[in-house]
C-alpha cells in the first residue's frame, strides 16, 4: 500500500526486541485490531445503500485509524490507493448513507469495547461509565455550512471558523471513545432560506444551541450505551443552572430525595462571577438531603503565565471565565465536612498509587452534607 513520500509504511510494525514474549504480543495486538476493525466495517454495511460507497469507507476508515502524519484528502487518498481525493469527497459529500445509523453503530462497538477492556484488565473498579460533553472550534474560510467569524481558543485570535459538539464514551480506568459528533449551525444561517440553500443546509433545519445539541446527544444513546444497575435508570434535565429551584424541582421528579443524592459541578462556576457562582451553589446544596455529597472543580489562579493567558482569553472578547484562588474555592464547601485530602489541586486528590506528579492549574474538592432539607 502507497506510504507518504519520505516517510515508512505504516501498515508494518518493527519489534525491536530479541524478548520472544514481547514480540508475539505485537503480533497478537496488531492481529486483534485488524480482526475488530473489518468487524466494525462488517457492522456498518447496512448502514450504506450500495457497496462501492461501503468499500470506500472502508479505505477511508483506514486511513483515519493509521498513524499519517497529516490527514487530508490527498493523504487520506494516497493511503487508500486513490489517485486523486474525489472518491472520498464522493462519500463524504454526495454518497447515500445513514450518517446517524452508522454513529449508532460506532457507538455501539465502542461500549462493547470498553466493557470487555474493563473486564479484562487489571483494574476490577472499571465500572464507573460517562458521557463527557465538549465542544471545539476549528479555523475554516469561505462561505460553507456553520463558518462564522469569532474567537477560536485553538488559533488565540477572532478568525473565520466552524464549531463542533462532541460526546466521548468514558468508563472509568479503562479508555476513552468519541461516539458521536454534531456541527453547530449559526442562528442566521438556518434562517436566512438563501443563505441556508448556499451552505447546503438540509431543508427545514431548526436552530438548537450548543447546549440542545449536547442534550439531543445524551438523549439518543443511552438506552444502547449507558449501563445502569437492575432496576436503575438513566435521565437527562435541559435546564439553566441560574435557575437551581426548577433544576431541583424536576430532579425531585427523577430522584429520590429521602436518600442522598450527589452534585457534581465540573468546570462551571468558572464561567460566573462571585456575586453569582456562590448564591447559586448555596441554593443547589440547600435542597440535598443529609448525607448527599456535593463534588466541584474549577480553573485556579495559581500560576502568573495561566493567569495572564487567561486575562488575554478574557479580553478577546469571548465568554469569560474567573479564576480562583484555593481561598475562594474552600468558601463553595461551607458547612460542609471535606472529604479527605480536601481542597487540593486536581492530581493531588487521592491520586493513583506511583502516579507521576503533574502540574494543573485547577482544585477541586468533595463535600459532605450534614443536614439537609
Not at 464549531?163 to 480506568?173: F, G, I
Request: glycine residues 10%; aromatic residues 8%.
Amino acid at each position: 500500500m502507497p506510504g507518504i513520500r519520505g516517510q515508512p509504511p505504516f501498515d508494518h510494525v518493527f519489534v525491536l526486541t530479541t524478548e520472544s514474549k514481547a514480540a508475539a504480543a505485537v503480533r497478537i495486538s496488531t492481529q486483534l485490531a485488524l480482526r475488530k476493525r473489518a468487524e466494525l466495517l462488517e457492522g456498518l454495511r447496512p448502514c450504506f445503500a450500495r457497496t462501492e460507497p461501503w468499500l470506500q469507507a472502508g479505505k477511508y476508515l483506514r486511513a483515519v485509524m493509521s498513524e499519517l502524519p497529516e490527514l487530508n484528502g490527498w493523504s487520506i487518498a494516497c493511503h487508500a490507493g486513490d489517485r486523486r481525493p474525489d472518491k472520498t469527497q464522493r462519500l463524504l459529500n454526495h454518497a447515500s448513507w445513514d450518517t446517524f445509523a452508522a454513529m449508532g453503530v460506532v457507538r455501539r462497538f465502542a461500549a462493547a469495547g470498553l466493557a470487555e477492556a474493563a473486564r479484562k484488565g487489571r483494574h476490577r473498579r472499571g465500572h464507573l461509565v460517562i458521557g463527557a460533553v465538549d465542544e471545539t472550534g476549528q479555523e475554516k474560510a469561505g462561505a460553507a455550512a456553520g463558518v462564522k467569524r469569532q474567537y477560536l481558543g485553538c488559533a488565540g485570535r477572532v478568525a473565520n471558523g466552524i464549531n463542533t459538539v462532541h460526546l466521548a464514551y468514558v468508563q472509568e480506568k479503562t479508555g476513552h471513545a468519541l461516539i458521536g459528533a454534531r456541527q453547530w449551525i449559526p442562528a442566521e444561517q438556518v434562517r436566512d432560506p438563501a443563505g441556508s440553500l448556499a451552505a447546503g443546509l438540509p431543508p427545514g433545519l431548526a436552530f438548537r444551541t450548543k447546549g440542545q445539541i449536547a442534550t439531543h446527544w445524551c438523549w439518543r444513546t443511552p438506552g444502547r450505551c449507558w449501563p445502569a444497575a437492575p432496576g436503575g435508570t438513566c435521565e437527562y434535565l435541559d435546564a439553566d443552572i441560574r435557575d437551581p429551584a426548577a433544576i431541583l424541582d424536576t430532579a425531585a421528579g427523577l430522584l429520590d430525595f429521602t436518600q442522598p443524592v450527589a452534585l457534581m459541578l465540573m468546570g462551571i462556576m468558572g464561567h460566573f462571577t462571585d456575586e453569582e457562582a456562590y448564591p447559586i451553589v448555596t441554593r443547589l446544596l440547600a435542597g440535598l438531603p443529609a448525607g448527599s455529597y456535593f463534588a466541584l472543580y474549577d480553573g485556579a489562579n495559581t500560576n502568573e503565565a495561566f493567569n495572564q493567558a487567561q486575562q488575554g482569553y478574557n479580553d478577546s472578547g469571548a465568554v469569560p471565565y474567573h479564576l480562583r484562588s484555593p481561598e475562594q474555592f474552600e468558601r463553595f464547601f461551607a458547612g460542609l465536612e471535606l472529604v479527605e485530602p480536601g481542597v487540593v489541586p486536581v492530581p493531588h486528590w487521592r491520586p493513583d498509587p506511583g502516579a507521576e506528579p503533574v502540574e494543573i492549574y485547577s482544585y477541586c474538592g468533595v463535600g459532605r452534607v450534614t443536614s439537609g432539607r
